[in-house]
């Protein structure tokens, strides 16, 4: 068989993705992509890809892969899913060449959702429509069109690894936090002005009841002016539906094409991942921008992902964490600096 990671647990929900399928929906077919695209483009940025290879995305836990290759650069980014190599814990966020029979398991997620599992050179999955992103109730693109399961196999590419591995330090990783900005409408007019309010003074918590189609959130019911359908359409990444039940629903990257409810506001791009990332029972909050300040965001978005970029280095002592060096043997043969005094004696303690 060809050179591939064998699946040995896949978690509780795994699937192949990319950037998405795009200019589709007037067919009915869903763009699909990754939840985090911003933790996505850092993974493949870790192991050397382009920023638009497909990877592997994973929700709160990430389970276990085999190595049948020669050799295999592997980086996980996103959530904080606990990483063991062979056993032994491994660092997130940092590339690892790991040789034939290697075992990588990625535990539950300690912080946020979703993650991403990147190999040098990406997998060997035809593409459908244009992408090899999985659209679960479509079942399309990936493997099968399904998530992952035991016994499968994701066929690598056989890149040349060269250089250092890469590592990208934990005070430059993305963290997710404060309001999630929205644009207002396109049917805000559907509200009442009470109802409006009620949205963007509120505290949403986030329900079991949420995938990778939609976020949906329990908490004040929003009013309706009129009704609460209207004639269907298009729907994009971050449309916020408000249903019958008062209570929004923000639409991810499986959402349908088209929807009936009416859309009180659209999720700026800059803060999907903030929402995608957001576990069962987080408090959401949303805060309500011009255009203007919305297209802002999305250019300091774009910033943020060129800094980060640039800010991934090759491994070596300075990216050793407090956890590693505490593991690590150093004291066997240090001395203090300090001359001591005739009435303290030697010192076997390094200066502080």
């Known amino acids: 068989m ?3 990671l064998t699946v040995v647990e896949p978690g509780m929900q795994s699937t192949v993705q990319d950037l998405g399928r795009f200019g589709l929906q007037r067919y ?53 899913m606990p990483l063991t190599i062979d056993g032994a814990r491994a660092e997130s966020y940092r590339a690892h060449d790991l040789p034939r029979g290697s075992v990588v ?49 994701l066929p690598l590419r056989r890149p040349g690894i060269a250089g250092r591995p890469l590592t990208l330090r934990e005070q430059n990783r993305p963290v997710f936090t404060g309001p999630v900005r929205v644009l207002l409408g396109p049917q805000d007019e559907a509200f009442t002005p009470a109802g409006i309010e009620t949205f963007l003074s509120s505290v949403y918590t986030v329900t079991s009841k949420t995938d990778r189609m939609g976020c949906q959130l329990d908490g004040p019911p929003i009013e309706h002016r009129n009704g609460f359908n209207i004639i269907s359409d298009g729907i994009v990444n971050g449309s916020i539906q408000v249903p019958g039940s008062g209570t929004p629903i923000v639409l ?16 700026v791009s800059a803060d999907l991942a903030r929402i995608g990332q957001a576990r069962i029972g987080e408090p959401i909050r949303f ?21 980060t970029i640039a800010m991934i280095e090759p491994v070596g ?32 303690e390094a200066p502080t």
């Open 28 to 80: 009915g077919i869903s763009a699909a992509g990754p939840i985090d695209p911003l933790s996505m483009r850092i993974a493949n940025a870790l192991v050397g890809n382009a920023l638009d290879e497909a990877v592997v995305e994973l929700t709160l836990s990430g389970g276990s892969y085999r190595v049948e290759a020669e050799h295999c650069r592997l980086a996980v980014a996103g959530a904080d």
């Open 317 to 348: 002592l300075a990216e050793l964490s407090t956890e590693t060096l505490m593991s690590l043997n150093l004291i066997g043969g240090v001395v203090s600096a300090q001359a001591p005094s005739s009435d303290e004696g030697s010192s076997t």
């Open 2 to 4: 060809l050179d591939h």
């Open 105 to 153: 398991s990625i535990g539950f997620a300690r912080k946020s959702m979703r993650a991403y599992l990147a190999v040098a050179g990406g997998f060997t999955i035809e593409p459908v429509l244009g992408s090899r992103s999985t659209h679960l109730r479509s079942h399309l693109g990936g493997l099968d069109g399904r998530a992952l399961k035991a016994g499968d196999a």
């Open 252 to 267: 991810l990257a499986d959402r349908q094409s088209t929807g009936g409810y009416p859309k009180i506001a659209t999720v």
């Open 287 to 307: 805060e309500a921008v011009s255009e203007e300040e919305a297209a802002r965001s999305a250019v300091a978005w774009n910033e943020v992902l060129e800094r």
